[in-house]
């Protein structure tokens, strides 16, 4: 599925750059309309919303009973998605006039999922929405925050975050003690001793989640808690890996949102693309991203993870000293040769890091 929602989002996208829409919130109503796409709320029954087809006029029906304006927003964008994905009219109509549609991540079917995609893209778009998150702050509040900024439900806020995210990220929606869908960020994905979590699944005993989630009170009045959590409780493996649980009640939706994602201590700090002498480091640009650093040692990281998978590890010869217990080897270069070969070396690669004490988690 990971092709098609790839697919559907870059749609959304290219259609908001074709449409010169550049800011937030994106009215899916204004885009229907340039389509020439007539949408009206209407009570119905079983669906989320209604793409109709007759003589080549297309027509969207959404349910303005018992969901809120973020949630029709994002049924709307999910109909604009039917109509504007590559197959879908063509399978869709093909034995009738009507498509009755299941928004909002809970059907399987691929159409629906790729039109869901398709409408995620469409209202947070990922670089405004990025935008949006840092400044929220991290977690729970970003999500927050740029559900304000999109006029888009928690829930689909949180799944777009996601998606986003370049570091280990879930979030999980579920009913009771039963976890109803978990999304997983790449970078959570692609851990080796990570076990997903599929639909259907108890929820963790010792969760934050479990606790919440027997009062039912709690998930009504759309409360909200945190807690410490681990990697392990989550998702098995052996690696403890501390966690930060947050937990919000969806209200009459009565399910539980809970945002699970690493604490500030545990990410060493974003780092810059920066220039270096002998005696000082400097940043070459503007807060240009390059990678995030996950280990230090004697004041300095020694490991970083940049934004293209690849790692790059960093040591100066003192902290090399002190974790190995002796002196690092000198080889059998003189002292001018190895000063040349550091020079060559940095000029090489000029994002060296910077002192521990200068990083602030992202």
């Given at each position: ?10 749609a ?10 550049t ?47 973020a949630?029709?927003?994002f ?80 829930t ?78 989550w ?38 693309r ?14 240009r ?49 190895r ?12 994002w ?11």
């Open positions: 599925m990971k092709g098609g929602e790839n697919a559907a989002t870059a959304a996208e290219r259609l908001l750059r074709e449409c010169s829409i800011t937030l919130p994106v009215t899916p109503f204004e885009l229907a309309a340039a389509n020439g796409i007539e949408v009206q709320g209407v009570d119905l029954a079983g669906a989320s919303g209604v793409l109709l087809c007759s003589g080549g006029t297309f027509g969207i029906l959404f349910a303005r009973t018992g969901r809120n304006e949630f029709q927003r049924s709307v964008a999910h109909e604009l998605g039917h109509y504007h994905l590559p197959g879908h009219p063509e399978a869709l109509f093909a034995e009738g006039d009507v498509h009755r549609s299941h928004a909002g991540f809970e059907s399987v079917a691929s159409y629906e999922v790729e039109a869901d995609h398709f409408a995620a893209g469409l209202l947070m778009p990922r670089q405004l929405f990025k935008a949006a998150v840092l400044r929220g702050g991290d977690g729970l509040d970003a999500i927050q925050a740029a559900a304000a900024a999109c006029e888009t439900s928690l689909a806020t949180a799944i777009r975050y996601a998606q986003c995210a370049d570091e280990p990220i879930a979030v999980v929606v579920s009913s009771g003690r039963r976890i109803d869908y978990c999304f997983m960020s790449d970078e959570l994905k692609e851990a080796s001793d990570v076990t997903w979590i599929r639909k259907g699944e108890p929820v963790p005993r010792e969760s934050l989640t479990y606790r919440f989630n027997a009062s039912a009170n709690r998930v009504r009045t759309a409360e909200r808690d945190e807690a410490a959590s681990d990697l392990r409780l998702f098995g493996g052996g690696r403890e890996r501390e966690l930060v649980e947050q937990v919000i009640g969806l209200g009459a939706y009565g399910k539980t949102l809970t945002v699970l994602s690493q604490t500030p201590d545990s990410r060493a700090g974003l780092l810059l920066v220039s270096c002498s002998r005696d000082s480091i400097r940043p070459d640009g503007p807060g991203e390059v990678g995030w650093a996950t280990g230090m040692d004697d004041g300095r990281l020694l490991c970083i993870r940049s934004l293209r998978k690849k790692v790059f590890r960093f040591m100066s010869r003192d902290a090399a000293s002190k974790r190995q217990g002796r002196t690092a080897p000198r080889g059998s270069r003189s002292a001018p040769e000063a040349a070969a550091c020079r060559a070396h940095r000029a090489r690669r000029p060296l890091v910077r002192p521990a004490s200068t990083l602030r988690p992202p």
